[in-house]
């Protein structure tokens, strides 16, 4: 969701840099945006924007300082007015806010009684107007923002800027701030990604502690204001993971790196055992996860059943804090996500926490709140994702999960060997792009498509509907292959394009019934198995890897949501109305 960037430095084109510094954060989804920069020997300079950044350009202002943000609309429309920066009334506070000051009604209407003017509708520009206030009462910047941060309630990360000193600080008990430092500039953002062009050592402010950057340099307080040590850790990421090349998209880009990391978590196992020996002393387990995470973790639990014989429940991030009475000291809770951030996962954890379950997080991001807080975290080292929609992310969780499954089993070695061979059937994919490109310029016409699977293939049919309706806006759903007959078959019509998977396992024959069910019903079948059959109208073929042939199956339908949005002339890696991490709930 909302991207900040702020620059503090010898540079003297702030502006641009801030413009450049929000474009790398595009990819979590927004709405609108704004730049604040102090002008040299002048005054303050604020633009603000509803729509893409796009093209803009920044005007050619000298300027060393300023400050950036990408806005998600939540409370306020999608206009100028209600993109950040916010400026209080006497010009000397600049602040931008990620997150949602749920008691912002309250400090609204005093700050009105007060004489505050306000020039928007969101809930962010009370902070604003509240350190305006407060400075009346104390001349210490560092106090007065720790004593404002009090006030708010809900999570929220701020950073302020005083254009008049030259100072900004960072502060917050939700999404992440993260900072860099070098002899000539300093970069405060709301995402490590934003800070590889510069530097690879960054710093992650723990939550209530205060960052203080100024031309000096960066300064850390604890939330009572006493000044402590501030360390860096090196981000393993290069400046090639976070760009395109010879890529036309983001999302394609990094559905051609699954192989690699598929064969990559493999040279992980010392860490998944560590996993394994927790989860085994445990009484109960559940996967939480949201999105495409959720269809991981729900693989996780044919996985973990079928391999290692444990039972384990999935649920949604939004749905799990309704199923907290079973949650005691013994149970052992896996957050399955990208970023690390999701709210609603991050809320639910909280409540499991406070019952004693040891939590665990499965996470992309480094430095993440899921990564920070669980008891033990698990890497996936899939890199940046960039795309909105989750590809590589996905890929990596289930591996994951599937070397957990086998580790736990102790069958390691029959794992990795049906995990090598999930990786050569998604270069074999891949080298056969084009004739998924043919497919899906075949079936963009279609109002519906529907995704059939039995078995893991299920939760792998609910992911590939998910891929193709987020990108290409084309109604996507998935089933179950058995609950064909109990209404889903009411939907097949003439020409509907069907996908079913067809892995040669113990769904087998079943789902082939479904295949002549749905045919009959004048449904174009695509069918993807590694045995090729007459009832197919399409036939895409993935050899059998054992259970881990969801991986290369699912990789399909990730080629072919992306060429269904090309075919439809719409940019994959930003769909409509989503957000890449979603911080709000
Ligand atoms: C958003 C993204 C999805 C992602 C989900 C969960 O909805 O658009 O691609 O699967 O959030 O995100 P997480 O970062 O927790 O995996």
Request: aromatic share 8%; with cysteine.
């Amino acid at each position: 969701m909302c991207g900040i960037f702020a620059y503090l430095g010898e540079k003297t084109n702030a502006g641009e840099l801030i413009l450049q510094g929000l474009t790398s954060l595009e990819y979590r989804g927004y709405d609108s945006w704004g730049v604040a920069i102090k002008k040299e020997n002048s005054k303050l300079h604020v633009e603000k924007h509803p729509g893409k950044i796009g093209e803009a350009t920044f005007p050619p202002f000298t300027a060393s300082s300023g400050i950036g943000h990408t806005r998600w609309a939540t409370h306020g429309g999608v206009t100028a007015a209600n993109a950040h920066p916010h400026v209080s009334c006497n010009d000397e506070v600049v602040l931008v806010h990620n997150g949602i000051v749920e008691n912002f009604e309250e400090l609204k209407q005093n700050l009105q009684k007060a004489g505050h003017h306000f020039k928007s509708e969101t809930d962010s520009e009370v902070i604003a107007h509240l350190l305006e206030e407060e400075m009346k009462n104390e001349t210490d910047l560092k106090e007065v923002v720790l004593r404002v941060f009090r006030m708010l309630t809900g999570m929220s990360a701020i950073i302020v800027f005083f254009p008049g000193t030259n100072q900004f600080f960072a502060i917050k008990n939700g999404s992440p701030l993260v900072y860099s430092g070098t002899q000539s500039e300093q970069i405060l953002a709301s995402d490590a990604v934003a800070l590889i062009p510069y530097t690879n050592n960054v710093f992650f402010l723990p939550d209530y502690e205060l960052l203080e950057m100024n031309p000096h340099g960066a300064r850390l307080y604890d939330e009572t204001g006493t000044e402590k040590s501030l360390k860096t850790v090196t981000l393993e990421i290069d400046k090639s993971q976070v760009e395109k090349g010879a890529f036309a998209h983001f999302m394609i880009k990094e559905i051609h790196e699954q192989a690699a990391i598929v064969k990559q978590l493999t040279k992980k196992t010392d860490q998944i055992q560590n996993l394994a020996t927790a989860i085994q002393k445990s009484n109960r387990f559940y996967f939480v996860g949201c999105g495409s995470a959720y269809y991981a973790a729900l693989c996780g639990e044919y996985l973990f059943s079928k391999i290692a014989k444990i039972h384990a429940n999935s649920s949604f991030g939004s749905e799990f804090s309704y199923h907290l009475d079973f949650i005691d000291n013994t149970s052992t809770v896996m957050a399955v996500s990208q970023s690390g951030e999701t709210i609603d996962i991050i809320s639910g954890l909280q409540k499991a926490r406070e019952k004693g379950a040891h939590i665990m997080a499965l996470v992309n991001v480094l430095g993440s709140t899921l990564y920070r807080t669980a008891d033990s975290s698990f890497l996936l080292g899939a890199g940046p994702e960039k795309a909105v929609c989750s590809t590589k992310a996905f890929v990596a969780q289930i591996t994951a999960i599937f070397l957990l499954a086998h580790t736990m089993a102790h069958t390691v070695d029959k794992g990795t060997k049906d995990l090598f061979n999930a990786a050569r059937e998604i270069t074999s994919i891949l080298e056969r792009e084009k004739s998924i490109q043919e497919l899906a310029e075949k079936i963009v016409k279609s109002k519906n498509i529907f995704v059939l699977g039995r078995g893991i293939s299920y939760p792998g049919a609910l992911e590939s509907a998910l891929k193709i309706k987020e990108v290409c806006y084309i109604h996507a759903e998935g089933f179950a292959g058995g609950e064909l007959k109990h209404g889903v078959i009411a939907l097949i019509e003439k020409g509907t394009p069907v996908i079913i998977y067809n892995p040669e396992d113990e769904t087998y024959e079943d789902s082939l019934s479904s295949a002549y069910e749905v045919k009959a019903r004048g449904a174009y079948v695509i069918g993807i198995s590694s045995k090729p059959n007459p009832v197919f109208d399409a036939y895409i073929e993935v050899k059998n890897c054992g259970e881990a042939t969801i991986i290369p199956n699912v990789v399909i339908a990730q080629l072919l949501g992306y060429y269904l949005a090309l075919a439809k002339n719409l940019d994959p890696d930003k769909p409509r109305n989503l957000a890449k991490s979603v911080t709000v709930k």
